[in-house]
């Protein structure tokens, strides 16, 4: 069985955050070394392995690709290969949405699905939109600002019944929540590394159906161009088109090879324990959950959004937590001040969990 420790280091801030989590420290070992050629055997091997777990954690037999660049260049790219002008349909319910609404408008023509952040997708809206012709579908799984867990598998079987394509983002749920992109008929998803992986910050990874290869257009972008991926993906040793972050490439290998170790079950289980231990101390203080989900609706299972309660401001409850060396986090643009959001993403497990559940109780009752 997999052995957790204490992440929780002395000196150390405790990141109980949406991302970046706590590095595991066999991950930063493996970035501490001399400088590899990334057109080597070692750099090929590190790719490769990583991309196979990732396969796991997408739940596809599709290929993975790895960006250096932090998730937001895993979304450019997902929009950025089909071709400008593309007719596109973005779900909001939150910020990450928002992005990726406002990435495709870069991009091409968007119909912008709006519900209020945190509340469910309209996809009655959805499926009108692409009876009028839609050709690329947006959508974040796991909406970080919000906490919500957004349905996937059913956007995706309608999104499918109209031959568009089908692009998630996974940042905060491949790796920490099921994640099942074949079976939901997605075409292109999307991970970040400081998320659910416990890796650090700056990398992204894009799984890319063949029903996407199909597709992609003769006006792509440079940096983030698919297709060169592609193609320097297939060589062995397996490269990238350009030079890649080498340091961060070495530190996801082995973060992989933990997720690897514990098994993707075994992960999913203890991600929905701890965000179901955090759900049930937001019970028990007498707070309210935000937004307030009826049974039909999932909570996110990585990051437990909670609505501020009176009398108590961000800077008071955040800054005492801080204190006492652990890291949460507030609301983002309009929900600034209004909730506060606890990660429970990566490598945490009870212990990081009871300790920042005292912690908030704490400043809770201050
Ligand atoms: N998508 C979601 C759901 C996120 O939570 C985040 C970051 O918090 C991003 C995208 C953007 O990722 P990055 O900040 O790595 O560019």
């Not at 992440?7 to 991302?19: D, K, V």
């Not at 609706?297 to 937590?321: C, F, I, K, Q, W």
Request: charge should be neutral.
């Amino acid at each position: 069985m997999h052995q957790y420790t204490l992440i929780f280091m002395e000196n150390e801030r405790l990141l109980m955050l949406p991302g970046p989590v706590p590095v595991p420290e066999r991950v930063r070992q493996a970035m501490m070394r001399q400088a590899i050629n990334h057109r080597g055997p070692e750099f090929g091997t590190a790719y490769a392995e990583s991309a196979a777990v990732l396969k796991e954690c997408f739940g596809t037999k599709n290929e993975v690709y790895i960006i250096s660049g932090s998730g937001t260049a895993g979304m450019e790219a997902a929009v950025a290969n089909f071709g400008r002008g593309k007719r596109i349909a973005s779900l909001v319910n939150g910020k990450f949405g928002e992005r990726l609404r406002d990435l495709g408008r870069r991009y091409g023509d968007v119909t912008a699905i709006e519900s209020t952040w945190g509340t469910p997708l309209d996809l009655d809206a959805l499926a009108a939109a692409l009876e009028g012709g839609v050709e690329m579908v947006t959508m974040v799984h796991n909406e970080t600002s919000a906490g919500i867990l957004n349905p996937a598998k059913d956007v995706g079987k309608l999104v499918r019944k109209h031959d568009a394509l089908f692009v998630m983002d996974g940042v905060t749920s491949v790796g920490g929540d099921e994640v099942l992109a074949d079976e939901w008929s997605v075409d292109i998803a999307i991970v970040g590394s400081q998320k659910c992986l416990a890796a650090p910050a700056g990398l992204a990874a894009v799984a890319v159906s063949d029903r996407a290869w199909e597709r992609i257009a003769e006006d792509r972008p440079y940096y983030l161009d698919l297709a060169a991926y592609r193609k320097n993906g297939k060589k062995t040793p397996m490269e990238t088109p350009y030079t890649p972050a080498v340091p961060l490439f070495l530190a996801l290998a082995e973060a992989m090879a933990i997720i690897r170790e514990e098994g993707m079950a075994a992960r999913i289980a203890r991600h929905r324990r701890m965000s179901a231990s955090v759900r049930a101390a937001v019970s028990a203080w007498g707070l309210s959950m935000f937004p307030q989900l009826d049974a039909a609706h999932a909570y996110s299972n990585t990051v437990t959004a909670v609505v501020m309660p009176e009398g108590v401001t961000d800077s008071a409850l955040r800054g005492t937590v801080k204190r006492m060396g652990i890291e949460i986090a507030g609301g983002q643009d309009h929900l600034k001040g209004k909730i506060f959001r606890i990660g429970s993403m990566g490598a945490v497990s009870a212990p990081e969990i009871l300790a920042t559940l005292a912690a908030v109780q704490h400043a809770l009752k201050k």
